[in-house]
C-alpha cells in the first residue's frame, strides 16, 4: 500500500509543502499530517494500521493533545508515550512538528522491541546481582569468621570448607553467565557438523561422577549416531549437560535417569529426551521455568548449587539452532525435557516440528 495524500480539492492548495512532504515519503514509519482542525491530509501506509483515524479526522487522544500543542506554540515536540490503545505499538517516541504554518507533522517511531530488550538486560543485571550478594556476604563472613578462629584448627578447617563451597558456587554461577551470553549470542559462524550421539556421549561423561556419588544410573537409549546437525558442538554438550544435570538434581538417590536419542527422517529433525523419575515439575511451574533464574524448588536448588539458568541456557542453545524444547511433567512422577534440532540433511526451510503433547514447549 502506497502513502497517500488526502483529497483536498483541485483549486485549494495542498497545506503540506511539497519538499516537507517528499522528506515525510523518505522518511516513511507511522507518519500523519494533520491541519488545525485535526483533519488528516497525509497518512503513510503504516499509519494506517494503527486506530487513530476515524474518517479522515485525527482521534486518537494522546496525539490530538500533542498535535493542538505542537501547533500553539509552533515548535517541535517529542515526548515518549506508554500505550496500550495502539494496536502492537506499547511504547514509543511521537513527535509533533507544525508544518510552514499550515499543519502538523505526527510521528510514532515504535520502541516496543527495544524497550523490551532493555527491560530484560535491566533484569538480568538485577537478578545477577541479587544472585552473587548471597554467596558474597558468605565468603566475608567466612573470612571475618576465620580470622577471628585462625588460632582454631577445627574452626580453621570447617569454615575453610565453607568458603570452598561459596567459592564453587560464585564460579557456576559466573560459567553459567557465559554459558548464556554465548548461547544468545546466535552466531552460526561456530557451526560445524556435529553428530548428536557424540554430544549425548560427552555430557554423560560429565555428569558421570556426580550421578555415581548420588547412586543414579544413567541409561542411554536409541540411536547411537551418526545423527548429525549444523551446530556448535561446545554449546549443545552445555546444553544436554545442563538438562542431566538438572535430570540428577531433582532425582531421588538409587532411582536412574534415561538419555534417548531418536531421529525422524521425515520430518528432518533429531532429537534428544531426558527423562527422570523424580517429583516432577508442578503444571504452574511448567510454563516458567526456562526464564532466567526462576526456581520452582529454591530450596533444593540451594541444597544442589543451582544457578537458575541452566534450563534457560538450553533454550536459547535450542533455538538458537533452529530447534525447540520442551518438557513433559507430573508431580511424583517425572520429568521429560526434549530438544528438537534440525538435521543436517533436512532442507533448509523445512520446519522442526515440535515433539507431540508437550505441556509447556519453547
Known amino acids: 500500500m502506497q502513502p497517500r495524500l488526502r483529497a483536498m480539492g483541485t483549486k485549494q492548495r495542498s497545506p503540506v509543502p511539497r519538499r516537507a512532504l517528499e522528506a515525510i515519503r523518505a522518511f516513511g514509519g507511522h507518519s500523519v499530517v494533520v491541519t488545525p482542525d485535526l483533519r488528516v491530509v497525509y497518512q503513510s501506509s503504516e499509519a494506517d494500521a494503527l486506530p487513530i483515524v476515524v474518517g479522515q479526522v485525527l482521534t486518537h487522544p494522546k496525539l490530538v493533545q500533542l498535535a493542538r500543542t505542537a501547533w500553539r506554540q509552533g515548535q517541535a515536540i517529542v515526548h515518549h508515550q506508554k500505550f496500550t490503545d495502539l494496536g502492537p505499538i506499547e511504547q514509543a517516541e511521537v513527535s509533533a512538528t507544525k508544518l510552514a504554518g499550515r499543519c502538523v507533522l505526527l510521528t510514532v517511531t515504535d520502541l516496543t522491541a527495544t524497550m523490551r530488550i532493555e527491560q530484560v538486560r535491566h533484569d538480568l543485571i538485577s537478578n545477577i546481582g541479587h544472585e552473587l550478594r548471597t554467596p558474597v556476604a558468605a565468603v566475608q563472613v567466612i573470612a571475618e569468621t576465620l580470622?577471628?578462629?585462625?588460632?582454631?584448627?577445627?574452626?580453621?578447617?570447617?569454615?575453610?570448607?565453607?568458603?570452598?563451597?561459596?567459592?564453587?558456587?560464585?564460579?557456576?554461577?559466573?560459567?553459567?553467565?557465559?554459558?548464556?551470553?554465548?548461547?544468545?549470542?546466535?552466531?552460526?559462524?561456530?557451526?560445524t557438523l556435529v553428530d548428536l550421539a557424540e554430544v549425548v556421549a560427552e555430557a554423560c561423561r560429565h555428569e558421570a561422577t556426580r550421578a555415581q556419588s548420588e547412586d543414579i544410573t544413567v541409561d542411554v537409549i536409541g540411536a547411537t549416531g551418526p545423527v548429525e546437525v549444523m551446530g556448535d558442538p561446545s554449546a549443545l554438550v552445555t546444553a544436554v549437560d545442563n538438562l542431566l544435570d538438572n535430570a540428577v538434581s531433582y532425582s531421588s538417590r538409587g532411582s536412574r535417569?534415561?538419555?534417548?536419542?531418536?531421529?525422524?527422517?521425515?520430518?528432518?529433525?533429531?532429537?534428544?529426551?531426558?527423562?527422570?523419575?523424580?517429583i516432577g515439575i508442578d503444571p504452574r511451574d511448567q510454563v516458567r521455568i526456562f526464564e532466567r533464574f526462576y526456581r520452582s524448588d529454591r530450596a533444593r536448588s540451594r541444597r544442589t548449587g543451582g544457578t537458575g539458568l541452566g534450563l534457560a541456557i538450553v533454550k536459547n542453545v535450542a533455538l538458537g539452532h533452529g530447534g525447540t524444547v520442551s518438557v513433559r511433567s507430573r508431580p511424583g512422577v517425572g520429568s521429560t525435557f526434549i530438544v528438537t534440532l534440525p538435521l543436517a540433511t533436512a532442507e533448509p526451510d523445512r520446519p522442526v516440528a515440535a515433539p507431540q503433547t508437550p505441556e509447556a514447549t519453547v
Open 147 to 191: 580470622d577471628v578462629a585462625k588460632d582454631d584448627p577445627v574452626a580453621v578447617e570447617r569454615f575453610s570448607g565453607r568458603l570452598k563451597v561459596e567459592a564453587e558456587r560464585m564460579g557456576r554461577l559466573i560459567e553459567d553467565i557465559l554459558a548464556l551470553a554465548v548461547a544468545q549470542d546466535r552466531n552460526t559462524e561456530r557451526f
Open 257 to 278: 535417569v534415561e538419555v534417548s536419542l531418536t531421529v525422524d527422517q521425515a520430518l528432518g529433525q533429531g532429537a534428544i529426551a531426558v527423562a527422570d523419575f523424580g
